[in-house]
């Protein structure tokens, strides 16, 4: 809890809501426990949805014991049986839901304690307009929640200035005459890569052309990492577990820029200047890992090795 909601939540009669976020498939359900609407971020929270209806109960939190989480339970009144229908389809269990309770500051009708933040360009800044007030010796979560479309996208990183305190990770602690603090979470885009593995068959005991895959065949595969983005990767790792059915060749990798020019000779462990030329490759245990420092935008780098069909 933020140090503006708990001081909110002191006051002899604060005013609280209840709201809900459900991220459906083609659609996001806000509703706001009640008749009224309130905005919160940039986000409109309505007490009725005109296809999906009204919250009809929030249960308490109920606190768990050891690893599991506290529980609560929302009940909608869809306003039709259709609605009904649509929220029970197998396509929409699944859906991210977000339950908030918060409260307002009766003099503005603001929420107090939150940021939404809306930045939809590179170097963009959110900032807060409302101060979150805090107490000499008080120790303040900082904590930042990504869209469910982009959780796992970004890279997030929280800095503070105006604080003695760089320790963010159990908390920021606030010391004495610390009396403008501003922390700024920076998001960095991961970008999305593309990998492809092809195979070949290079020789078998039996045929002289043509080969085939048959027992005791030579095998050539080839792993290609490619990033389409605008953005350059860095410390891109890409690993392979071989099946049952192969014998890796040892010392038979190889790296370049494509498949085809894959030709600079790879050992198999993961030491040495082979593994920044720029190209690494090692092999332990089953498992082939390609790594390259970095990855330009539009770039591609490629590993080569040879196995033996068991």
């Known amino acids: 809890m933020d140090a503006a909601l708990k001081n909110a939540l002191a006051q002899p009669a604060p005013l609280l809501f209840g709201a809900l976020k459900i991220e459906l498939p083609s659609y996001t359900l806000r509703l706001l ?28 939190l109920s606190e768990e014991m050891g690893d599991s989480a506290p529980e609560v339970t929302v009940t909608l009144m869809p306003p039709d049986v259709s609605a009904t229908a649509v929220l029970s389809h197998p396509n929409m269990q699944g859906s991210v839901a977000t339950i908030m309770v918060g409260a307002v500051d009766a003099a503005t009708g603001a929420v107090i304690g939150t940021l939404s933040a809306t930045a939809t360009t590179p170097s963009a800044l ?9 107490v000499l010796g008080e120790t303040v979560t900082l904590a930042e929640t990504l869209g469910s479309t982009n959780a796992s996208r970004y890279f997030g990183t929280v800095a503070c200035t105006g604080a003695a305190d760089t320790n963010l990770a159990d908390g920021l602690t606030i010391g004495a005459a610390e009396t403008a603090i501003t922390c700024t979470y920076t998001n960095t885009r991961v970008p999305a890569l593309v ?16 080969p085939k895959a048959i027992p005791g065949a030579a095998l050539r595969y080839c792993i290609l990492v490619t990033n389409p983005g605008t953005l350059a990767g860095t410390n891109v790792a890409a690993t392979d577990l071989l099946p049952a059915g192969i014998t890796y060749t040892a010392g038979s990798a190889r790296s ?55």
Do not use: R
């Not at 959110?126 to 805090?134: C, L, M, N, Q």
């Not at 990998?195 to 043509?210: F, H, R």
């Open 126 to 134: 959110v900032t807060s307009t409302t101060p979150t007030p805090v």
């Open 33 to 60: 426990d009640g008749s009224a609407s309130l905005q919160i971020g940039t986000e409109i929270y309505a007490g009725i949805d005109a296809s999906f209806g009204t919250i009809a109960s929030i249960s308490e």
């Open 256 to 310: 370049g820029g494509t498949c085809a020019t894959a030709t600079t000779v790879e050992d198999d462990d993961a030491a040495g200047a082979d593994e920044s030329d720029p190209y690494g490759v090692s092999f332990l245990t089953g498992t082939l890992t390609a790594s390259a420092t970095t990855l330009a935008p539009g770039a591609s780098f490629a590993i080569t090795f040879d196995a033996v069909l068991n």
């Open 195 to 210: 990998v492809t593995k092809t195979s070949s068959v290079l020789s078998d005991p039996v045929n002289a052309s043509n």
